[in-house]
């Protein structure tokens, strides 16, 4: 075990859209069950941002278990860059990836406690893709973590769970091969990092996504379609 105070951060890139960050916040307070104060935190990062804390959180229910910290960044950030600099905040044993504007499903809570259990150095939270038009509200009441084959991906950034102390790679020079790939390279480089790595993936969605069409990038694959599309 490390010496981090958090079990876990849940970790959100932002580049200057309230909104979504506002939804995606709403979700996570009202799904994160914190017993103890040390559990979670959610980490914001502010990519040239026109607006700051005080925004974010007006008229917001707020745990007061979790803690929510905010960094601005000086400049412009790409999208790689943008994913360092929140990672570069975390102070917990586990970082989750959620993209601004995704909303936390009831049993995230219950996904993340019970994945800090098994002490994996990456897991995988499918992401529920849902047309704006339409719903879903069917969820399986128990989900659990089963091990998956090494190399496993989502397309899109939510979902991808590392232990922290597995990232200290990123802060080297020239961290990734491609561009606007961040979250897939990581989570490739932390699955190879030693022999005996193993990846564990949910039974079921714990994330959901509001989308207006579908693609190639919706969906939960393996290196050699990012080798694919690169």
């Known amino acids: 075990m490390s010496d981090y105070s958090t079990r876990f951060s849940i970790c959100i890139p932002c580049y200057d859209d309230l909104k979504g960050l506002r939804e995606t916040l709403k979700s996570l307070m009202e799904c994160l069950e914190s017993k103890q104060k040390d559990q979670f935190d959610i980490v914001i990062g502010l990519n040239d941002c026109n ?13 007061s278990g979790i803690v929510i910290s905010c960094f601005k960044t000086q400049k412009y950030l790409e999208y790689d860059d943008s994913i360092l600099f929140v990672l570069s905040k975390v102070r917990s044993d586990f970082c989750l990836l959620i993209g601004c504007g995704d909303l ?4 995230l809570s219950e996904a ?43 397309k899109v950034l939510s979902g ?17 091969l491609a561009c ?35 693609g190639w990038w919706t969906k939960v694959d393996i290196y050699k379609q990012y080798i694919e599309y690169c």
């Open 160 to 176: 991808h769970i590392f232990r922290t102390a597995s990232l200290k790679f990123l802060f080297e020079d020239a961290p990734f």
């Open 51 to 63: 607006f700051d804390k005080k925004d974010i959180l007006k008229g917001h229910n707020l745990n």
């Open 112 to 154: 993340l406690s019970s994945f800090g259990n098994s002490e994996p150095e990456f897991g995988l939270l499918p992401v529920r893709l849902e047309r704006k038009a339409k719903r879903l509200t069917n969820l399986v009441p128990e989900y659990t973590w089963r091990s998956t084959s090494l190399g496993v991906f989502n």
């Open 180 to 214: 606007e790939w961040a979250h897939v390279e990581i989570a490739i480089a932390v699955q190879g990092q030693k022999k005996g790595n193993k990846a564990l993936q949910y039974d079921g969605p714990a994330i959901r996504r509001e989308i207006s069409g579908s």
């Open 104 to 107: 936390a499903l009831p049993n």
